[in-house]
């Protein structure tokens, strides 16, 4: 057992979630990520998160419980809990003695939460890991983009004010709840990264394995193949960087509901010769090769809360190229071992290609990437977290 830090009585804390793994992204990352740090700062943590079709429980899944769930419509990647399975596992963990409840996403997850909460007289805190109003269209684009946009702010609102605290990932994000209008706190409290498992890929391995030459460019995309990825602009400007380097090649590592339409796009854009989609990559083996492989790490979503991947990408030695929008804005604003790209496909190619071409900056840029990613790393992000759930159950005793 690790060794508690804190010479203060543990807290028991009860997190639910409507995602976790084997579902890959990066609520599911956050969440194993605290995890493994919390027990060291004497917090206890029991979860509640779906079953998954075909998972078989692991022998680190002892502190889980797993929730029968069915599919989401229109959404197959999701599932969604069993209400009254999920309400009565809550229920029955909170009476074995818990301090605080902690929410991980705004579904079945929210409402169980709060609920227990209210009836077992502990506070309740959630994570606001996803900006809905900017993607949410994406999902249901027979509606009205303006009256779902409104409606994402009322349900994120009313929700938030709900809670004795928020956490947000970005300042991004703290100034885009506040104008929502929620009056619960606030507290800006990005992920940290786990250090260890992203200094020891062997790129020629993952080269080798997928018949990509030792010298050929590589431009890597790791994360959810999504529409709100803006995956669609990076294949633009490739258009445009491949004619200053007809070799580079771009990896998109990663599934999602865009995947097909991605594909075709880069069919169309006689592109399909210098893009490879090569799916989701175990993280603890063949996503760090991958990592290790790459030249530059490529970024254009405008709907991050934090953009916890740019840190994974620095940790593993990865100069980063990416646009500063929302949340990665705290990451890139120092400028640290990232590049600010343009928004615009044709000079995001132009300075991707003329950043593959530049050794010696690609060189100076990993090496300030891993000296910068030490300062995000993740058990000082948990020691702030404890310090957050103790505050709230003293307040609450």
């Known amino acids: 057992m690790p060794t508690t830090r804190c010479n203060t009585s543990p807290i028991r804390v009860l997190m639910i979630s409507d995602v976790y793994f084997p579902r890959i992204n990066g609520v599911s990352t956050s969440i194993e990520t605290f995890r493994a740090d919390l027990a ?14 075909g998972h078989h429980r692991h022998k680190n899944e002892a502190a889980i419980w797993r929730i029968p769930s069915r599919r989401v419509p229109f959404d197959p990647e999701d599932r969604l809990m069993h209400w009254r399975a999920l309400e009565r596992t809550a229920h029955g963990l909170a009476s074995e003695g818990i ?15 709060t609920r227990a909460a209210r009836r077992h007289r502990v506070p309740v805190v959630a994570t606001y890991h996803t900006h809905f109003e900017e993607y949410i269209g994406h999902y249901l684009p027979a509606l009205p983009r303006t009256l779902l946009k409104a409606g994402a702010r009322r349900i994120a609102a009313s929700q938030c004010n709900d809670l004795d605290a928020v ?11 506040g104008g929502y209008g929620v009056k619960a706190p606030l507290h800006v ?22 018949a990509i030459a030792p010298e050929r460019p590589l431009a890597l995309f790791v994360g959810r193949v999504a529409h709100e990825k803006n995956i669609g602009f990076l294949i633009e400007a490739l258009a445009t960087a491949v004619k200053c380097s007809p070799d580079v090649l771009l990896v998109i590592a990663g599934e999602g509901p865009a995947r097909l339409a991605l594909q075709r796009q880069a069919r ?16 603890d083996g063949e996503l760090t090769d991958c990592y290790a492989a790459a030249d530059v790490f490529v970024f254009a979503s405008r709907t991050e ?3 916890l991947v740019l840190l994974e990408a620095m940790a593993a030695g990865l100069p980063v190229y ?13 400028q640290r071992g990232a590049i600010i790209a343009p928004d615009d496909a044709v000079e995001f190619g132009m300075g991707l290609a003329s950043l593959l071409g530049n050794r010696y900056q690609l060189d100076t ?10 300062e995000w790393a993740a058990p000082a992000r948990a020691r702030q977290l404890a310090g957050l759930y103790r505050s709230l159950a003293t307040a609450n005793a």
């Open 322 to 334: 990416a646009q500063a929008e929302m949340g990665t804005r705290d990451i890139l604003g120092a």
């Open 99 to 113: 301090d605080l409840i902690h929410v991980q996403t705004p579904f079945a997850a929210h409402y169980a939460g």
């Open 189 to 210: 409290l990005p992920t940290g990264i786990p250090l260890r498992h992203f200094g020891q890929g062997d790129g020629r391995r993952f080269r080798a394995a997928h």
């Open 268 to 283: 169309e854009s006689g592109l399909a010769g210098n893009i490879r989609f090569v799916g989701y990559l175990d993280r």
């Open 167 to 177: 956490i947000v990932p970005s300042h991004a994000m703290h100034q885009t709840l």
């Open 365 to 374: 840029l990993a090496a300030d990437a891993r000296d910068y990613a030490r």
């Open 305 to 307: 809360t934090q953009g």
């Open 40 to 53: 060291a700062e004497g917090i206890g943590v029991r979860l509640i998160a779906p079953a998954y079709p």
